[in-house]
């Protein structure tokens, strides 16, 4: 199998399909963390390999690929500068010879209304073009993603979206990762596009039942248009165009952006997904 590296080690993510790597079998002295911040790997599991890169930098990430078999690429966690630091993990790995690269993309990225698809519909095509073996992890969204407004919600009794009746298929951080390992350590993904979408998919008011059976405290959701769910977010601190950003992502959600009836996360990882008072309890 040879060398396995992983990028954004350090990350939600990435921390969880090194350990997913790790509970397949796979020997920690055959996985290679690649981290930004050398100081945040001592976390990583005992024996796993570290090399220091940033996504900025392909003279540094050219040389942590060095040796490298099979790269899972998480997607980098700053939108806007995504696609110039995409561009660098694909050139670096054509340069150190990786045989196989697993990114982590967006559900339904290529006809996707959230703003976040631009930045992965790119990267796919770098993949595409750079004559890599390679699969795509179009990943959901995850619970995790709900996780900020359970204390708010608890407090008020509300929970506050623009997503209308919008169905989200979400799973959780843990089962993407779980996907991705699977994809990284079996053979026979070269050329595989996998939407990876949770079941059974959610609209925001089963979230806010959810929620509410989480806390225990009674949680209605309620809908806003997008401009009053912006200026919302924004009363709370939020920077006006993140606050807009996210606003415009609930109204991608109502139109159908998050829900998919594709059962490959399922089938990669062997079970069902993990449900949302599952996901939100555990935290």
């Known amino acids: 199998m040879g060398t396995i590296a992983v990028t954004g080690a350090t990350g939600h993510l990435g921390g969880l399909i090194i350990d997913a790597i790790l509970a397949r079998g796979v020997a920690a002295s055959d996985v290679l963390a690649i981290v930004r911040d050398p100081a945040k790997a001592a976390r990583l599991p005992e024996g796993v390999r570290v090399a220091e890169a940033s996504y900025e930098d392909q003279a540094a990430l050219t040389a942590a690929l060095t040796g490298v078999d099979t790269l899972l690429f998480v997607s980098g966690s700053e939108p806007g500068k995504r696609a110039a630091q995409h561009r660098n993990v694909v050139a670096a790995a054509q340069e150190a010879g990786v045989g196989f690269i697993a990114y982590t993309s967006l559900l339904d990225a290529d006809t996707s209304a959230l703003s976040l698809a ?155 997904s993990t449900s949302l008072v599952e996901t939100l309890r555990a935290l």
């Open 118 to 272: 631009e930045e992965h519909v790119i990267t796919e095509k770098l993949l595409a073009d750079s004559g890599i073996d390679h699969a795509v992890l179009r990943n959901g969204w995850y619970w995790e993603n709900y996780a900020s407004a359970l204390s708010g919600a608890a407090a008020s009794g509300e929970f506050h979206g623009a997503a209308g009746e919008g169905l989200v298929s979400g799973a959780a951080r843990k089962d993407y990762a779980e996907a991705a390992a699977v994809v990284g350590t079996t053979p026979g993904h070269a050329g595989k596009v996998y939407e990876l979408a949770g079941d059974p998919a959610l609209s925001y008011p089963q979230i806010a039942e959810g929620i509410a059976e989480v806390t225990g405290r009674l949680v209605v959701y309620v809908n806003q248009s997008e401009a009053a769910y912006a200026d919302q977010l924004a009363s709370h601190g939020l920077p006006q165009e993140v606050a807009q950003m996210l606003a415009g992502w609930d109204t991608a959600i109502a139109g159908g952006a998050l829900f998919s009836t594709s059962t490959d996360l399922a089938d990669l990882i062997g079970r069902p």
